[in-house]
């Protein structure tokens, strides 16, 4: 995660830190410092809860209890307070106890997500802020508790969880744990850290995941990511959505002025052409120039955000809430999903001026999308800011929040300033074609100045990226162009993360995936540390799979981005026989190298065969498919081998089937199954 913040608190003062250590280890002396838990392949201690002990002190004294049977092969006792087995032992208290208290942490000044980890002589404290709700819930604000204990597995035990399920967890072997003498406060780096994760609905049984397979795959991918700390605190800001959904409906008839004005059909036809669907499909935008004739489009209409009156009506509607409830701070205001329309003299006065025709002809058309027709990121900016303002007049803690996407992604000329309260969702995404990895250099380094001149601005950003619905069930890897971009706003400001989404492809797209997990809690380590991370955890056939990884990094660096996103339609395209080929032989050697075929490593690289196996599959499935007059036959055979294997490994977890059921050739595909 994870700040740490221990009593030794003098950052300015070294000696003053090198004096404590000095002190400490004399004090300790002879005896070393610290708590054995586990010694000569024998229990030193034993775990205790509260005599009743909420669900999360329970699920995080047994997480740490089976990692260390895992490391050991010596499961230690679990006891509450009041039934202490054996006084002779070393203690390891989980959670809110009298012994924590005693012992003088004081729970309730705790954050919501902050962890105590104290270890002394004889006694393990790992503490946080608890509540009765599930610990697997990722809306669960109390969960310091199982930080803690997973803050100590990762450090102290070198436990990484690669991919969900037993065999993802890779857990080093030792005969003692002995946790050393400490006293911290952690709390997360990101007060939200969110990977949204595949719909179960898209799973369709006869291509993905039997109903049990279904069941099993989301238990452990839910798993999965509670150990690699996704969720949230109390932080009420890194939230929104597009807001103006209902607004249609409720206001057009009354109010169109608050809705988006068009310019002429002939102006506008072009730019609508060029459009994708949904937004192209907005015949009903024409109705009075202003909302959709079907109330069922009622979310694809912009707003006029320049209006006064639409201001005070989002204002006065947030005040009533807020009379109701004085906790509710935040209104949100993020426009539908759908690029800014209005041409109205008012908001095109808000405009910031577009580059001239040679920049923008200099740009890669991924940015010049972003300008078109108009650049409407300091209009957008100009509305938060009346929204804003006219709030704070009411309560001056209110909380807006809003998308930078589409085109109003352009930060505003500066100077511009706006209030910190103002949160913004950093969307890299445009309507004009998914801007998704690779990205050339120049459009890395062109997101990162967005992302610095919105800062500069004075507001609070979050992540809130589209890029990981690409790759289908590909080998589609990318760490580098991911951990550039993660860092860069990591280092500059950003509070937390909403990627959409998580198709969890994990036997093909390990790397990426583990990558962006561990950011979540080690958001400065180094790249290559992180990938030997992953590595390692092939034990001698390490360097075989990195070769493996960098072959297909290297592939991806060189397709065009966005082609895969929801659709597995050019998949042949991209990754062509021969590519199986160059990048089976390194999965080879891994396979010689890995040592016995029952054995951890070589059961891993069969996961990563697995993967490929069935990426090889997805692609003749998909050329069969991508050739209309290919035969009916052929096409259902294809379709049907690769429903058989992922039926035969499902219990592996190569991959999340949901995301892949989805539809890719305008129905031929449901028309083979169901003939
Ligand atoms: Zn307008």
Same mark, same amino acid.
């Given at each position: ?65 089976? #990692? ?73 604000? &109390?969960?310091? %508790? ?31 744990? #002995? ?11 990101? %007060? ?29 991918? %839910? ?22 959904? /209902? ?22 036809? $072009? ?6 669907? $949904? ?42 809430? &807020? ?24 908001? /095109? ?32 900016? #100009? ?192 990754? $062509? ?8 032989? &390194? ?83 449901? #028309?083979?199954?169901?003939?």
């Amino acid at each position: 995660m994870i700040n740490r913040k221990t009593v030794v608190r003098s950052r300015s003062c070294r000696l003053e830190v090198a004096v404590c250590v000095f002190l400490a280890v004399l004090a300790a002396a002879p005896a070393e410092g610290g708590v054995d838990l586990v010694r000569d392949g024998t229990a030193r201690a034993v775990v205790i809860t509260a005599d009743d002990p909420t669900p999360v002190a329970k699920h995080a004294a047994n997480e740490l209890i089976d #990692h260390i049977e895992r490391a050991t092969g010596v499961r230690l006792d679990l006891a509450t307070e009041s039934t202490i087995p054996d006084p002779s032992q070393n203690r390891v208290y989980i959670g809110d106890t009298r012994a924590a208290r005693t012992a003088g942490i004081d729970v309730d000044a705790l954050t919501d997500e902050a962890a105590v980890l104290r270890a002394t002589d004889r006694a393990l404290y790992i503490v946080g802020r608890e509540n009765a709700a599930d610990p697997l819930d990722q809306n669960n604000r &109390h969960s310091g %508790t199982l930080w803690g204990v997973y803050e100590l597995l990762d450090r102290d035990l070198g436990v990484r969880w690669l991919w969900p399920g037993p065999l993802g967890a890779h857990v080093p072997a030792t005969d003692r744990i #002995h946790v050393g003498e400490r006293d911290e406060r952690l709390v997360p780096h990101f %007060t939200r850290r969110r990977l949204r994760t595949a719909r179960s609905r898209w799973n369709d049984p006869r291509i993905g995941f039997s109903p049990e397979g279904l069941e099993r795959y989301e238990a452990a991918q %839910t798993l999965f990511l509670r150990r690699h700390r996704m969720g949230r605190g109390e932080d009420p800001r890194p939230y929104t959505g597009h807001s103006f959904g /209902r607004w249609w409906r409720t206001y057009g008839a009354e109010h169109p002025e608050w809705f988006q004005k068009l310019p002429p059909d002939d102006e506008i036809d $072009p730019w609508l052409a060029r459009l994708p669907e $949904p937004y192209r499909r907005s015949d009903g935008l024409r109705e009075d120039r202003r909302g959709p004739a079907n109330p069922d489009r009622s979310g694809f209409v912009s707003m006029c955000v320049s209006n006064p009156d639409l201001h005070r009506e989002i204002v006065a509607r947030w005040a009533r809430r &807020h009379e109701r409830n004085p906790e509710a701070l935040r209104i949100n205001i993020g426009e539908n999903d759908i690029p800014a329309f209005c041409v109205c003299a008012a908001c /095109r006065a808000l405009d910031d001026p577009q580059p001239d025709a040679h920049e923008l002809a200099a740009m890669s058309p991924n940015i010049r999308a972003l300008y078109e027709p108009f650049n409407a990121g300091a209009r957008y900016a #100009h509305f938060w800011q009346r929204v804003h303002a006219k709030a704070a007049a009411i309560d001056p803690n209110v909380i807006v929040t809003a998308y930078v996407y589409m085109n109003y992604f352009v930060a505003p000329d500066p100077p511009f300033e706006l209030h910190p309260n103002i949160t913004l969702g950093f969307v890299p995404w445009q309507g004009w074609a998914n801007w998704m990895p690779p990205r050339s250099e120049t459009e890395q380094q062109w997101l990162m100045d967005q992302w610095d001149r919105w800062v500069a601005t004075g507001a609070t950003l979050y992540y809130r990226p589209n890029s990981l619905l690409d790759g289908y069930a590909m080998p589609y890897v990318y760490t580098r162009e991911l951990a550039a971009l993660f860092q860069h706003f990591a280092a500059n400001g950003m509070i937390g993360t909403d990627y959409s989404s998580l198709t969890g492809q994990w036997a093909v797209q390990g790397p990426t995936l583990y990558v962006l997990t561990r950011l979540h809690t080690r958001p400065f380590d180094d790249l290559d540390a992180l990938l030997a991370e992953y590595y390692q955890a092939f034990g001698p056939a390490a360097g075989h799979v990195e070769a493996y990884f960098d072959f297909w990094e290297a592939h991806t660096r060189q397709l065009r981005g966005g082609q895969l996103a929801w659709h597995a339609a050019p998949a042949h395209r991209m990754f $062509p026989p021969e590519s199986f080929q160059a990048a089976g032989a &390194h999965l080879e050697r891994a396979a010689a190298a890995a040592g016995d075929a029952d054995g951890i490593y070589a059961r891993r690289v069969a996961f990563l065969r697995d993967g490929l196996t069935h990426a090889r599959l997805t692609a003749a499935m998909t050329a069969r498919f991508a050739d209309r007059d290919a035969d009916r036959a052929q096409q259902r055979e294809a379709l049907e081998s690769l429903a058989a294997f992922r039926r035969a490994v499902e219990d592996r977890l190569i991959a999340n089937y949901s995301p892949l059921c989805r539809e890719p050739f305008e129905g031929r595909w449901v #028309h083979a199954l169901e003939e």
